[in-house]
């Protein structure tokens, strides 16, 4: 009973699965031969262009062969016309076809024949439309796909841009500064925007390339795909942007590293900005070797504490980062070997040796007897086209006229930040790193809630008030103050609103100090570069524009990678950073001396002079060492030295 129970079963179930796959066939769609010759013709014309003009070729064939198959059998052609054999019947079928004025050429008698090639002829008319329609529907759907910027750029030893924000303006423009002396050079903008709003965006802003072709293409930096169509492995080097719109950019900038990694460790240099710098360790394993890691938060805090010690040091950074007018090189081939350090700073007429290069590290002002040897040398130059032909300096420095004064003791410092945003605490360490013991700062802003902690030199108070408050800054503005420094709300502000509550604030700072009668160096942080001009209207002493700035050494870094560890020196608080000192300690005032008197009395001093700033002649780099000044009182000369 129980097998004939278990065989009952699986009959049972045999007849389901039977039933079940008769039902599926059952309700299966059929086919017949219509529809799969219908399947087969709409796979061939969704192929496009190519298959559509297929299509009417083969139905022009049929419609020649039919009509001459026609005309032939039935003699409708009149006998003075009669064509030589049936390939001529075809042709004459095919000029009716194509050429609707082959008509009137025909014998009028023969009506039978007229109205046959005039059947023809209407036909033609038809095919011959649907061809032009096709062909320019081809030619329109290609000036989409070249619009849309999806062609793959064929160059090579070009510059690549990756992503784009407000800085790309700053750093194409310093691009076709240093592209001047290459030929047919390139930058290519790979980023997820229309292309032709890119296009139009970098003609508005950069109206003079200077011969630099700029090719845009639209996709997104973080796909394969979309970055091989900038032909990244060719070229030079590869700047790396963070996007401004996004909610994380350090992580879109971390997966478009490893987009543009993934294929080996060989390739162009790689320049890629951080915002935040405890992304930078998971940026670094990511980029290796082939990136220069740019920590913006960092970088820009230091700047505005380097340039908050002393007036015009904006503009020394300013010009040894941007590409109009001197900047750093690197000399590899010379023949002052057999010299020092000391009588290379004298060597050259129109550059300034700052330091020298070994094992791939740079030393800036190391001591004046260090033998040059075999190393290269760090330079100030215009132009590094002709660094190796570079004139050697004529003049003699006068050692007579040598200063002899000496600096004091230095006292502690009282200063003023207002605003606040997260470069903030950064900005307050490295104020405490350059500070004399006993120094105090007051901190007042508007928005966000400061957290200091206690630093070695510097004591600070908090205050929160309003920044745009005539009353409040004369309250913490005073006579007396060694620095005022205003930083602007981009954490809790648009741009432009930031701009707005920073120029006010600089109006008020400078009327106060003006009627103090006070020479307080004030600096400022602008996050857009349009809004440097206005800011120059409030007469202020150094405007640290924080895209700009980032911009300009992006570019320099790109071009160079071994600036990478020069920067870093001349921003940090080891080694030898840039000062503008009195001239007196170096010269004697009241005395017409040469630049290379100056930068000879640097040099015994254990500095390395790289300019001069009088009240007539402003702030200027590497000048000739021919170049004669008048040293007055207040007159400085800009060195890199020991702090």
Same mark, same amino acid.
């Given at each position: 009973?129980?097998?004939?129970?278990?065989?009952l079963?699986m009959?049972?179930?045999?007849?389901?699965?039977?039933?079940?796959?008769?039902?599926?066939?059952?309700?299966?769609?059929?086919?017949?031969?219509?529809?799969?010759?219908?399947?087969?013709f709409?796979?061939?014309?969704?192929? %496009?262009?190519?298959?559509? &003009?297929? $299509?009417?070729? !083969?139905?022009?064939?049929?419609?020649?062969?039919?009509?001459s198959?026609?005309?032939?059998?039935? %003699?409708l *052609?009149?006998?003075?016309?009669?064509?030589?054999?049936?390939?001529h019947?075809?042709?004459?079928?095919?000029?009716?076809?194509?050429?609707?004025?082959?008509?009137?050429?025909?014998?009028?008698?023969?009506w039978?024949?007229?109205?046959?090639?005039?059947?023809?002829?209407?036909?033609?008319?038809?095919?011959?439309?649907?061809?032009?329609?096709?062909?320019?529907?081809? &030619?329109?759907?290609?000036?989409?796909d070249?619009?849309?910027?999806?062609?793959?750029?064929?160059?090579?030893?070009?510059?690549?841009?990756?992503? $784009?924000?407000?800085?790309?303006?700053?750093?194409?423009?310093e691009?076709?500064?240093?592209?001047?002396?290459?030929?047919?050079?390139?930058?290519?903008?790979?980023?997820?925007?229309?292309?032709?709003?890119?296009?139009?965006?970098?003609?508005?802003?950069?109206?003079?390339?200077?011969?630099?072709?700029?090719?845009?293409?639209?996709?997104?930096?973080? #796909?394969?795909?979309?970055?091989?169509?900038?032909?990244?492995?060719?070229?030079?080097?590869? &700047?790396?942007l963070?996007?401004?719109?996004?909610e994380?950019?350090?992580?879109?900038?971390?997966?478009?590293?490893?987009?543009?990694?993934?294929?080996? !460790?060989?390739?162009?240099?790689?320049?890629?900005?951080?915002r935040?710098?405890?992304?930078?360790?998971?940026?670094?394993?990511?980029?290796?070797? *082939?990136?220069?890691?740019?920590?913006?938060?960092?970088?820009?805090?230091?700047?505005?504490?380097?340039?908050?010690?002393?007036?015009?040091?904006?503009?020394?950074?300013?010009?040894?980062?941007?590409?109009?007018?001197?900047?750093?090189?690197?000399l590899?081939k010379?023949?002052?070997?057999?010299?020092?350090?000391?009588?290379?700073?004298?060597?050259?007429?129109?550059?300034?040796?700052?330091?020298?290069?070994?094992d791939?590290?740079?030393?800036?002002?190391?001591?004046? #007897?260090?033998?040059?040897?075999? *190393?290269?040398?760090?330079v100030?130059a215009?132009?590094?086209?002709?660094?190796?032909?570079?004139?050697?300096?004529?003049t003699?420095?006068?050692?007579?006229?040598?200063?002899?004064?000496?600096?004091?003791?230095?006292?502690?410092?009282?200063?003023?930040?207002?605003?606040?945003?997260?470069?903030?605490?950064?900005?307050?360490?490295?104020?405490?790193?350059? !500070?004399?013991?006993?120094?105090?700062?007051?901190?007042?802003?508007?928005?966000? =809630?400061?957290?200091? =902690?206690?630093?070695?030199?510097?004591?600070?108070?908090?205050?929160?008030?309003?920044?745009?408050?005539?009353?409040?800054?004369?309250?913490?503005?005073?006579g007396?103050?060694?620095?005022?420094?205003?930083?602007?709300?981009?954490?809790?502000?648009?741009?432009?609103?930031?701009?707005?509550?920073?120029?006010?604030?600089?109006?008020?700072?400078r009327?106060?100090?003006?009627?103090?009668?006070?020479?307080?160096?004030?600096?400022?942080?602008?996050?857009d570069?349009?809004?440097?001009?206005?800011? =120059?209207?409030?007469?202020? #002493?150094?405007?640290?524009?924080?895209?700009?700035i980032?911009?300009?050494?992006v570019?320099?870094?790109?071009?160079?990678?071994?600036?990478?560890?020069?920067?870093?020196?001349l921003?940090?608080?080891?080694?030898?950073?840039?000062?503008?000192r009195?001239a007196? $300690?170096?010269?004697?005032?009241?005395?017409?001396?040469?630049?290379?008197?100056v930068? !000879?009395?640097?040099?015994?001093? %254990?500095?390395?002079a &790289?300019?001069?700033?009088?009240?007539?002649?402003?702030?200027?780099?590497?000048?000739?060492?021919s170049?004669?000044?008048?040293?007055?009182?207040?007159?400085?000369?800009?060195?890199?030295?020991?702090?």
């Amino acid at each position: 009973m129980a097998r004939t129970g278990q065989q009952l079963r699986m009959r049972t179930a045999k007849a389901m699965a039977k039933g079940g796959s008769s039902n599926r066939s059952a309700n299966a769609p059929k086919s017949d031969l219509g529809d799969r010759l219908r399947y087969r013709f709409d796979n061939s014309m969704s192929r %496009g262009t190519p298959a559509l &003009i297929a $299509w009417l070729t !083969a139905v022009t064939v049929v419609l020649i062969v039919v009509f001459s198959v026609f005309t032939t059998i039935f %003699g409708l *052609r009149p006998e003075s016309d009669a064509p030589d054999g049936f390939l001529h019947e075809m042709f004459y079928s095919l000029l009716h076809a194509l050429d609707p004025g082959t008509i009137g050429g025909d014998d009028p008698t023969s009506w039978r024949f007229v109205l046959t090639m005039l059947a023809l002829t209407i036909a033609g008319l038809f095919v011959v439309s649907a061809l032009i329609g096709i062909i320019a529907a081809g &030619i329109d759907t290609k000036l989409a796909d070249l619009r849309r910027g999806r062609s793959i750029v064929l160059e090579k030893d070009h510059t690549v841009i990756l992503g $784009w924000s407000d800085s790309i303006f700053t750093i194409i423009s310093e691009l076709t500064l240093a592209n001047e002396s290459r030929h047919k050079p390139v930058i290519v903008i790979l980023a997820d925007r229309d292309k032709v709003d890119m296009e139009d965006d970098v003609k508005a802003k950069v109206p003079d390339l200077r011969g630099t072709r700029v090719i845009c293409r639209s996709g997104s930096p973080m #796909d394969i795909d979309d970055l091989a169509l900038s032909s990244h492995t060719t070229a030079r080097s590869v &700047i790396l942007l963070a996007p401004e719109a996004s909610e994380d950019p350090d992580s879109e900038v971390i997966k478009t590293l490893l987009a543009l990694t993934h294929g080996g !460790a060989d390739g162009p240099n790689i320049v890629a900005e951080i915002r935040n710098p405890t992304n930078l360790e998971a940026a670094r394993l990511v980029g290796a070797d *082939r990136t220069v890691l740019l920590d913006i938060r960092e970088t820009v805090a230091k700047l505005v504490v380097q340039t908050s010690r002393q007036s015009g040091a904006a503009a020394v950074y300013t010009e040894l980062f941007d590409y109009d007018g001197d900047e750093i090189y690197f000399l590899e081939k010379h023949d002052l070997g057999a010299g020092t350090y000391a009588e290379a700073l004298l060597a050259f007429e129109k550059a300034s040796v700052i330091g020298l290069i070994e094992d791939g590290v740079p030393t800036l002002n190391p001591p004046g #007897d260090s033998v040059v040897g075999n *190393r290269t040398l760090v330079v100030v130059a215009e132009d590094d086209s002709g660094l190796e032909t570079e004139g050697r300096a004529q003049t003699h420095p006068d050692l007579d006229a040598l200063g002899t004064q000496v600096a004091g003791e230095e006292a502690p410092t009282q200063g003023v930040l207002i605003g606040w945003n997260e470069r903030a605490p950064i900005v307050l360490r490295e104020l405490d790193h350059y !500070a004399p013991p006993g120094s105090s700062l007051t901190v007042v802003t508007s928005f966000g =809630q400061p957290n200091v =902690q206690v630093l070695d030199n510097l004591a600070v108070t908090v205050v929160a008030a309003s920044t745009t408050d005539r009353a409040t800054l004369e309250t913490y503005v005073v006579g007396g103050l060694d620095q005022v420094i205003v930083l602007c709300y981009s954490d809790h502000l648009e741009v432009q609103a930031a701009d707005a509550r920073t120029l006010v604030t600089l109006l008020h700072v400078r009327d106060i100090l003006g009627r103090l009668d006070a020479a307080t160096p004030v600096v400022t942080e602008m996050l857009d570069d349009r809004n440097r001009v206005l800011a =120059q209207v409030a007469h202020v #002493d150094d405007v640290v524009v924080s895209g700009e700035i980032v911009s300009l050494l992006v570019t320099q870094l790109s071009e160079d990678r071994r600036l990478e560890a020069v920067f870093g020196q001349l921003l940090g608080d080891q080694g030898s950073e840039i000062y503008l000192r009195p001239a007196e $300690w170096y010269v004697q005032p009241g005395h017409e001396v040469s630049y290379a008197t100056v930068v !000879a009395g640097a040099s015994a001093r %254990g500095a390395t002079a &790289i300019g001069y700033k009088s009240e007539t002649l402003g702030v200027l780099v590497n000048p000739a060492k021919s170049q004669t000044f008048d040293v007055q009182p207040g007159d400085r000369v800009v060195v890199l030295a020991e702090s």
